[in-house]
């Protein structure tokens, strides 16, 4: 390739098996297609308890191999869900990356002519103080244009019904003890 030639554009994609991150990953398969570009899904994960944990613990240098391994599956648990056996059409790099997911995001989409896909879906107020956020992460920092995908609409039926349903459930004291649950109609 010469310096003349244009510099493929690649799709990266977050991917983390939630709604949000499927939703995100159809939508990069889509602007990959429509642009010509090949897709790249990226499944950030980091040691249980983060980096400093893991680096005050000597048990963790025997993990880091099985959750490696953990996070491949997921991300190929994610891309069958999506795409099934027909794949996404277009051409794809996965990656399994070791690092915060907003950083390992910028870090892989660092050509100007990439187009970074996050998921944008709804937090609840304590999530957002103990968790910060990946798409907020990838609009300040990274060099290329970012689409931030907003949740799909059936995510929010669904986190509307399980709402309703966790309220109606009710255990009495022998449900504990066995650890069964039994759902009674509302009084």
């Not at 907003?102 to 944008?120: H, K, P, Q």
């Not at 004291?173 to 066995?178: A, I, K, N, Y």
Request: aromatic share 4%.
């Amino acid at each position: 390739m010469s310096d003349s030639d244009p510099v493929p554009t690649r799709v990266v994609v977050g991917v983390s098996g939630s709604l949000g991150s499927l939703t995100a990953l159809c939508r990069a398969a889509a602007e990959a297609r429509l642009r010509g570009a090949s897709l790249w899904p990226v499944l950030a994960w980091e040691p249980p308890g983060g980096e400093l944990a893991a680096r005050r613990s000597p048990a963790s240098a025997l993990m880091v191999g099985e959750w490696q391994r953990l996070a491949r599956e997921r991300l190929l648990a994610a891309l069958d869900d999506v795409f099934g056996d027909d794949g996404p059409r277009v051409p794809m790099t996965a990656l399994v990356v070791r690092g915060a997911p907003g950083r390992a995001l910028v870090a892989t989409a660092d050509r100007e002519s990439d187009v970074l896909v996050v998921g944008a879906g709804r937090r609840s107020a304590l999530h957002r103080a103990l968790a910060p956020s990946t798409s907020r992460y990838c609009l300040a920092h990274a060099t290329c244009p970012v689409l931030a995908v907003p949740p799909s609409p059936l995510q929010s039926e669904l986190a509307a019904v399980h709402r309703r349903n966790t309220w109606r459930r009710r255990l009495d004291s022998g449900d504990v003890l066995r650890g069964t649950k039994t759902l009674r109609p509302e009084a």
